[in-house]
């Protein structure tokens, strides 16, 4: 049995041919899988792409992208190698966005219920809260 051709492949995909990315497909996923793997692992804790998820869309874009096959297999990896880290960049953008609440601190409600004390370490009255708020909007 012989080796898949996985420039021939890129090659082929490169020209037009939809079957030659259905063929190397599987031939580079190992590959990208390991890539992805270890680009994750030189991410600061907090990062929430799982590997999976970041080859997919790192292969996503690359089929999007069509990228000349001419450097081969070597030149293929290195730019899978840049949309991998072009990935963790628009996600880290994502997660920081202002919209989207970056930089604010994220509470979760264990954590209201710990704090929910006044100075003499009395609960909150909700309710009195809520009248509070309900004037204040008036």
Same mark, same amino acid.
């Given at each position: 049995?012989?080796? *898949? /051709?996985?420039?021939?492949?890129? +090659?082929?995909?490169?020209? &037009?041919? *939809?079957?030659?990315?259905d063929?190397?497909? *599987? ?5 990208? +899988?390991?890539?992805a ?5 030189? %991410?600061?804790? $907090? ?5 999976? %998820?970041l080859?997919? %869309? ?9 990228? /000349?096959?001419s $450097?081969? +297999? ?18 880290? +953008? ?8 970056? &930089?604010?601190a994220h ?6 219920e710990? %704090? ?6 009395h ?14 909007a008036?």
């Amino acid at each position: 049995m012989t080796v *898949p /051709d996985v420039t021939g492949l890129l +090659r082929a995909w490169s020209a &037009g041919d *939809p079957a030659a990315l259905d063929a190397l497909a *599987p031939l580079v996923y190992d590959e990208l +899988r390991r890539q992805a793997s270890r680009a994750l692992g030189r %991410e600061a804790a $907090g990062h929430t792409l799982q590997t999976t %998820e970041l080859v997919h %869309e790192t292969w996503m874009r690359l089929v999007d992208q069509r990228p /000349d096959a001419s $450097g081969g +297999r070597v030149h293929f990896f290195g730019i899978a190698a840049r949309l991998i880290r072009q990935v963790l960049v628009d996600a880290a +953008r994502a997660q920081h966005a202002d919209k989207r609440g970056g &930089g604010v601190a994220h509470v979760t409600l264990g954590a209201l219920e710990t %704090e929910a004390h006044d100075a003499r370490g009395h609960g909150v009255d909700v309710l009195a809260l809520d009248d509070a708020l309900t004037q204040l909007a008036a």
